[in-house]
């Protein structure tokens, strides 16, 4: 959440700033964490902006923006972050040439170097049995359990699973309703085992006094529980299973995707479950699915095995 002082004004650049920010999330109804990041890139550029004596965007051109990509390099910043930052200054940009502040838009080419495509990681179906054999009656056990039945039954992604309110689940039919990025609502399957541990836990539930509708609160607060929280308990809950890998929830949405692209070998039908905007995002599965198939076929086909000296 931003913490950003009520009593605080914003200041020379940071003014237009503020009101982008307000604008992200009243109308395009971003979600707190982007605002922060956003929020955050912003403030950072600002800074170097008014070490080059900068005092209007109107003097913001495109060798400004070029030093402050230079600048962020120096400073050991990494192309992923280096794309994030300019991402946040080039949307910037574009709200002030829509209100009519900024003629053009200085940012528009000006690039972050490309990152390395790296290849999500993801467990095996042995893996995911072993992280979720685990029965115990305690209150506590079942919501983590349930947690990750549904992080993994339905793909979601880790606020969707923070955000989960009671009403959006229909356990009749299987289905829940996620509101993912963009303010982008969809209704995605879930699973019979899913669903059996969502029962569970919506009955243990009532025991903890519960603030809200939240699906999964604190056991200590009754509250809605916290990102980090899903985390650290994800975590151990893959130590006490004995799984050699990290657990985290992406590493569930990623297991998820990959284990029903290579089921279904339906990119289309992946995508919508995962909530991408673009194919293009969702096409990094295939090369997951491209590595399992070439591991199958190095071990069944004849011309694949080396013949012994």
């Known amino acids: 959440?931003?913490?950003?002082?009520?009593?605080?004004?914003?200041?020379?650049?940071?003014?237009?700033?503020?009101?982008?920010?307000?604008?992200?999330?009243?109308?395009?109804?971003?979600s707190p964490v982007t605002i922060t990041n956003y929020r955050r890139q912003l403030t950072t550029v600002v800074e170097m902006l008014n070490d080059m004596?900068?005092?209007?965007?109107?003097?913001?051109?495109?060798?400004?923006?070029?030093?402050?990509?230079?600048?962020?390099?120096?400073?050991?910043?990494?192309?992923?972050?280096?794309?994030?930052?300019?991402?946040?200054?080039?949307?910037?940009?574009?709200?002030?040439?829509?209100?009519?502040?900024?003629?053009?838009?200085p940012v528009k080419s000006v690039h972050a170097p490309k990152a390395k495509?790296?290849?999500?990681?993801n467990m095996d179906v042995d893996e995911v049995?072993?992280?979720?054999?685990?029965?115990?009656?305690?209150p506590l056990v079942v919501r983590d359990r349930t947690m990750l039945e549904v992080m993994y039954g339905a793909g979601l992604r880790l606020s969707e699973l923070v955000g989960l309110d009671v009403r959006h689940l229909d356990l009749a039919t299987g289905e829940v309703r996620v509101m993912g990025k963009g303010s982008?609502?969809?209704?995605?399957?879930?699973?019979?085992?899913?669903?059996?541990?969502?029962?569970?836990?919506?009955?243990?539930?009532?025991l903890y006094d519960p603030e809200d509708d939240a699906v999964f609160i604190s056991t200590q607060s009754g509250k809605r529980i916290s990102n980090r929280n899903v985390q650290k308990r994800f975590e151990q809950w893959g130590i006490k299973q004995g799984v050699n890998s990290h657990i985290n929830p992406h590493k569930l949405r990623h297991s998820f995707a990959t284990h029903i692209l290579e089921s279904s070998g339906n990119l289309r039908g992946v995508q919508e479950l995962l909530g991408h905007a673009?194919?293009?995002?969702?096409?990094?599965?295939t090369h997951l699915d491209f590595q399992h198939l070439a591991n199958v076929y190095d071990v069944a086909h004849p011309r694949a095995k080396r013949e012994k000296p």
């Open 129 to 138: 049995s072993q992280l979720l054999n685990m029965e115990s009656g305690d």
């Open 53 to 105: 004596k900068m005092a209007q965007w109107q003097q913001l051109d495109t060798v400004k923006a070029r030093n402050v990509a230079a600048k962020s390099r120096r400073a050991g910043l990494q192309a992923a972050s280096m794309a994030l930052r300019l991402s946040a200054l080039r949307s910037f940009c574009d709200w002030m040439v829509q209100q009519g502040e900024l003629p053009a838009n």
């Open 117 to 121: 495509k790296r290849l999500p990681k």
């Open 278 to 285: 673009n194919l293009s995002t969702t096409q990094i599965y």
């Open 184 to 206: 982008k609502e969809r209704k995605i399957p879930m699973g019979k085992t899913a669903v059996r541990w969502l029962e569970r836990w919506l009955e243990m539930r009532e």
């Open 1 to 30: 959440m931003d913490r950003t002082p009520l009593t605080a004004q914003p200041q020379g650049l940071m003014i237009q700033v503020e009101s982008f920010l307000r604008y992200l999330h009243v109308e395009r109804r971003l």
